[in-house]
Antibody
Framework: QVQLVESGGGLVKPGGSLRLSCAAS????????MSWIRQAPGKGLEWVSY????????YYADSVKGRFTISRDNAKNSLYLQMNSLRAEDTAVYYC????????????WGQGTLVTVSS | SYVLTQPPSVSVAPGQTARITCGGN??????VHWYQQKPGQAPVLVVY???DRPSGIPERFSGSNSGNTATLTISRVEAGDEADYYC?????????????FGGGTKLTVL
């Protein structure tokens, strides 16, 4: 069965960096676009970034452009999010999700990893 | 940028029908997807491409989309349907497509 397991969250000071990972299993990872979506405490869902199956096409939300970098390693069935220059407003649960088709829906989600940005 | 508007809350008695709306400019021209999120859990897809259901989702969940409003309808509501519901579309109006979520609707089963 499809599994997505995020890791790498934690407490970081403003201006700091963190790298999130998402380990995928149960499907051919290299066939699918992937995405990161976050949810601040008590708030709604916010899309963060998206990467094509080959990694050649990448999009970011305006709120993270220039600070976050999405990448993937198809040989390791893994998705990553490098987060730099973190701000308090980046505090959220970060989910990785599989994109069913390039401009479609998120059919599988991980359980999320919490990132807290605080001094 | 494209905006999706949902009512913050909807309340319904068990056995009744809940309708959760998602408003957007000419949303009828886009494919709308719906997610259910229970407290402490990841979102789950319940309707995709306006009105299709993933396997395992009860037939009580249905969707429609026309004009400026998409609607998620939950028939014969059960206590277990109490959750937050989010609509989602892709905004391809610029050269950098973006995913847009609605603000979410809390469904309360009375």
């Amino acid at each position: 069965q499809v599994q997505l397991v995020e890791s790498g969250g934690g407490l970081v000071k403003p201006g700091g960096s963190l790298r999130l990972s998402c380990a995928a299993s149960g499907f051919t990872f290299s066939d699918y676009y992937m995405s990161w979506i976050r949810q601040a405490p008590g708030k709604g869902l916010e899309w963060v970034s998206y990467i094509s199956s080959s990694g050649s096409t990448i999009y970011y939300a305006d709120s993270v452009k220039g600070r976050f970098t999405i990448s993937r390693d198809n040989a390791k069935n893994s998705l990553y999010l490098q987060m730099n220059s973190l701000r308090a407003e980046d505090t959220a649960v970060y989910y990785c999700a599989r994109v069913f088709d390039p401009a479609g829906y998120f059919d599988y989600w991980g359980q999320g990893t919490l990132v807290t940005v605080s001094s | 940028s494209y905006v999706l508007t949902q009512p913050p809350s909807v309340s319904v008695a068990p056995g009744q029908t809940a309708r959760i709306t998602c408003g957007g400019n000419n949303i009828g021209s886009k494919s709308v997807h719906w997610y259910q999120q229970k407290p402490g859990q990841a979102p789950v897809l319940v309707v995709y491409d306006d009105s299709d259901r993933p396997s395992g989702i009860p037939e009580r969940f249905s969707g429609s989309n026309s004009g400026n409003t998409a609607t998620l309808t939950i028939s014969r509501v059960e206590a277990g349907d109490e959750a937050d519901y989010y609509c989602q579309v892709w905004d391809s109006s610029s050269d950098h497509p973006k995913v847009v979520f609605g603000g979410g609707t809390k469904l309360t089963v009375l």
